[in-house]
């Protein structure tokens, strides 16, 4: 069984910076899955953030965090990251990281594991 563990949110001042933290277990390789992150606000529905591969290659924004965020991976410790620099109070979400074979996909029905969530908050 999958398990995703996602870690790393908090509170922090608009233009900060914050690195959440994707660990996964469960699999003796991830090398053909793809890795998404998405957010979800309160009274909102969850949404893209970015994804990725666990092997490397092309990663994908949405436009909202172009720029600001970067995905990267540690294949070595089966961890993905999320490094989020010069937040806004509109980044406060819950984040979730997601996993599934294949190519990626920006739609969160795709994916067929979830970690648990880490919260993000943003003060103005």
């Known amino acids: 069984q999958v398990q995703l563990v996602e870690s790393g949110g908090g509170l922090v001042q608009a233009g900060g910076s914050l690195r959440l933290s994707c660990a996964a277990s469960?699999?003796?390789?991830?090398?053909?899955?793809?890795m998404g992150w998405f957010r979800q606000a309160p009274g909102e529905e969850r949404e893209f953030v970015a994804a990725t591969y666990w092997r490397g290659g092309s990663t994908y924004y949405a436009d909202s965090v172009k720029g600001r965020f970067t995905a990267s991976r540690s294949n070595a410790k089966n961890t993905v990251y999320l490094q989020m620099n010069t937040l806004k109070p509109d980044d406060t979400a819950v984040y979730y990281c997601?996993?599934?074979?294949?190519?990626?996909?920006?739609?969160?029905?795709?994916?067929?594991?979830w970690g648990q969530g880490t919260q993000v908050t943003v003060s103005s």
């Open positions: 997601a996993t599934k074979m294949g190519a990626t996909s920006i739609n969160r029905l795709a994916y067929d594991y």
């Open positions: 469960g699999r003796s390789t991830f090398s053909n899955y793809a």
